[in-house]
């Protein structure tokens, strides 16, 4: 008959943070290995894709992480994906475009008059 495993830790309930394995120990006994949670990457802020360049790390591992592994030296570096910074610059850009375009379109209907 298989042997019985006992929790190592007080919490005795089968959750998401009481998660183990079974090793084998030198002398032959099975124990349970309690398992940390998986970290979860970061993501971008508009189009939700899992960013780049940066550690899938729980919260308390992140804080001892330096800053450089956790940031990518980018505008909205961190936070937002590199396609949608893209986007947002050429968003801009064109909106200024435009502006340009309809200034000039009323100075030259000024100018007929």
């Known amino acids: 008959m298989a042997q019985r495993l006992t929790y190592r830790r007080r919490l005795s ?11 084998k120990t030198p002398g032959g006994r099975l124990v349970y290995l309690h398992v940390k949670k998986p970290g979860k990457a970061p993501s971008c802020g508009d189009c939700h894709l899992r960013l780049q ?8 591992k992140l804080m001892s992480v330096s800053k ?3 940031t990518v030296t980018r505008a ?3 936070s937002i994906c ?6 947002r610059i050429v968003r801009a850009f064109l909106i200024e475009e ?8 009323k100075a030259s209907a000024q100018k007929k008059q």
């Open 98 to 105: 435009q502006k340009i375009v309809t200034r000039v379109i």
């Open 76 to 78: 909205y570096g961190g």
């Open 53 to 60: 360049g940066i550690p899938a790390l729980r919260p308390k």
């Open 82 to 87: 590199a396609r949608c910074v893209r986007e």
């Open 68 to 70: 450089p592994k956790k």
């Open 13 to 23: 309930y089968n959750t998401k943070s009481n998660r183990r394995r079974i090793s």
